[in-house]
T-cell receptor
Framework: AQSVSQHNHHVILSEAASLELGCNYSYGGTVNLFWYVQYPGQHLQLLLKYFSGDPLVKGIKGFEAEFIKSKFSFNLRKPSVQWSDTAEYFCAVNPALSSNTGKLIFGQGTTLQVKP | NAGVTQTPKFQVLKTGQSMTLQCAQDMNHEYMSWYRQDPGMGLRLIHYSVGAGITDQGEVPNGYNVSRSTTEDFPLRLLSAAPSQTSVYFC???????????FGPGTRLTVL
């Protein structure tokens, strides 16, 4: 079955530290890839997305992600985190075969806590 | 635009009760979906719709019904609530099937 794995369930960093959150998926065909963020008490918001082209994509608030097809990975990075980045982060995959339905398969989520 | 709206924000039910979670979007999106969010499990797709009059099951459809009579509205019905349905429910919509999905604020449901 198709699945998305986020390896880090809970990450604690100090401000200005660098961040990398892992995401791997188990689908061999064409995929659309997303990272969503959920700030405390709020709904999910799109951080960035990859459909095609340059595998290094830049999103809002200084986040970026790199699609490595050979590793089935789409890791999220930020060079220097801020306290306001404290949130839960979700990786999501839309397999091309599901493009007729728009189904998104989500990872389990990673809770990021940034200490001031 | 209001985007995706959901009502109610909070709800407490007793086992066996029924209720409808409302979802509406004003962006003329053709695709809408319902997810439930549980700790450590991410979001799981319950039902989805690719247009008015068309719905289909997602990953965890049991105990839930949906209908899509208009482009704007996509209500989720719990026929007989069970404690296992205690969760946070999110509605989402997108303009096309593989595009970015916009999420509503969620409904936190507790079934006693």
């Amino acid at each position: 079955a198709q699945s998305v794995s986020q390896h880090n369930h809970h990450v604690i960093l100090s401000e200005a530290a660098s961040l990398e959150l892992g995401c791997n998926y188990s689908y061999g065909g064409t995929v659309n890839l997303f990272w969503y963020v959920q700030y405390p008490g709020q709904h999910l918001q799109l951080l960035l997305k990859y459909f095609s082209g340059d595998p290094l994509v830049k999103g809002i608030k200084g986040f970026e992600a790199e699609f490595i097809k050979s590793k089935f990975s789409f890791n999220l990075r930020k060079p220097s985190v801020q306290w306001s980045d404290t949130a839960e982060y979700f990786c999501a995959v839309n397999p091309a075969l599901s493009s007729n339905t728009g189904k998104l398969i989500f990872g389990q989520g990673t809770t990021l806590q940034v200490k001031p | 635009n209001a985007g995706v709206t959901q009502t109610p924000k909070f709800q407490v039910l007793k086992t066996g009760q029924s209720m409808t979670l409302q979802c509406a979007q004003d962006m003329n999106h053709e695709y809408m979906s319902w997810y439930r969010q549980d700790p450590g499990m991410g979001l799981r797709l319950i039902h989805y719709s690719v247009g008015a009059g068309i719905t289909d099951q997602g990953e965890v459809p049991n105990g839930y019904n949906v209908s899509r009579s208009t482009t704007e509205d996509f209500p989720l019905r719990l026929l007989s609530a069970a404690p296992s349905q205690t969760s946070v429910y999110f509605c989402a919509s997108s303009r096309h099937r593989s595009n970015e999905q916009f999420f509503g604020p969620g409904t936190r449901l507790t079934v006693l």
